[in-house]
């Protein structure tokens, strides 16, 4: 992502004309001014990026009938998936975070609607809790350690997206959940069900190059039918001989999709997933982020596609400087975090020219702020800082008022589930509970809305911070 991230710059400043292609939405948003579509034998022109590019086509799609039904189906799985979030998040701010990122699916979703693939992971038939911790772990290659004091505890439900530059041991630190070499000392403790499902970032090299695609699922489960693995490749765009010929002469994509297929077959309920996308197209990669989106187990992710980041975690770690830990931020504040660390390196501190008055440039060429800018940023800031805190204050009141309402209302569906509260006799008793289970849902009702624009302001008082 670091190194994307400096490309993307450096050919934002590129003066002169750039052909390319790529499989990264963001990369392409901040980069292109014009999309040519592969699109059935025929090359397509589009003016603007790649988000223009988007509703351009589903416009155009729209206009066709068949494709709008098909648009209006997917739209309305959408709108399932965020239901469930909102009826199942116990905590309401990951709900509203995922909430808002289906929406974004949802505007997206239309473009997609003629894609080859749609799989999912299917539900793993049983699940502990946690399904994995590592205490005071460390973990590294032969003796040398790289990580140091690793804590980390893995719940169903959890969703980590690992950040680090090149070289930091994100790769190591998988390993290390995983139970293999890498963890040197330290204690991991598994859950009685914990199966987990691994992509290695070199996980193409682990396939069988002379087995094809249904040999592949074949293996795993030799007592499905013919027929339900047949349908399940499907959903990876494998159809008819594809599905059974030789992977050998795949290409980095479609190998890809094996190792996928073969990884989602085995009903994982913990994913590590370390690059997955790296050989997929664009397509792919949507299929990708519905799937993880509607997993129920946990997931580590590490991926320099930061659409599938924002889109499928809760959460961000950060590997670094030897260790792991949570980071506070989001993609935009770890891009700035770099960002400062790459000036860092590249230029040595320089003395302030009088007064500040003259701009320092770094080797980048990109002008920092003078010493008066940065102090009435600085200000600015403190200002923002202080008129953010009753907000989060008050931000926070609500959400424990909401998981005490939730928990009430968990109690009082356990008591209307008691048979003999139906009796004749408890007619009066039945009736009142019932009228107190509906005041509880509109107190929550009304707690949940002005939760949602306490959590408004907060954010706008948070972008405004941010700059
Ligand atoms: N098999 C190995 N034997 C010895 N050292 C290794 C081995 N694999 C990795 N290392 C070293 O461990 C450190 C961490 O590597 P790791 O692959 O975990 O980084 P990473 O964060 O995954 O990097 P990238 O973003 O490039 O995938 C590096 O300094 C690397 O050289
Ligand atoms: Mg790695």
Redesign the pocket.
Known sequence: LDACLWLENWLRKYPGTLLFISHDRDFMDRVATHLVHFDQKQLVLYTGNYSAFERQRAERLAQQQASFERQQARIAEIQRFIDRFKAKATKARQAQSRVKALERMEKIAPAHVDSPFSFEFPVADKVSNPLLSIRHGVAG??D?P?LKNINVTLLPGTRVGLL??????????MDALRGTGTLLSGERTCGEHLAIGYFA?HQLESLDLDASPFLHLQRLAPTASEQKVRDFLGGFDFHGDEALAPIRSFSGGEKARVALAVIAWQKPNLLLLD?PTNHLDLEMRQALTMALQNFEGAIVV?SHDRHLLRNTVDEFWL?CDGAVGEYEGDLEDYERWLAERRKDEESPPRREVAEGQEKSVNTAGAATLTADERKARKRQEAELRQKLSPWRKKQGTLETRMEQLQQKLATMEQNLADPGLYDDQQKVRLKELLAEQTELKRELEDVEAEWLEVSETVENLEAELAG
């Open positions: 290659h032969g040398v790289i680090g530059p090149n070289g930091a041991g994100k790769s190591t630190f970032q690059e590490v590997v």
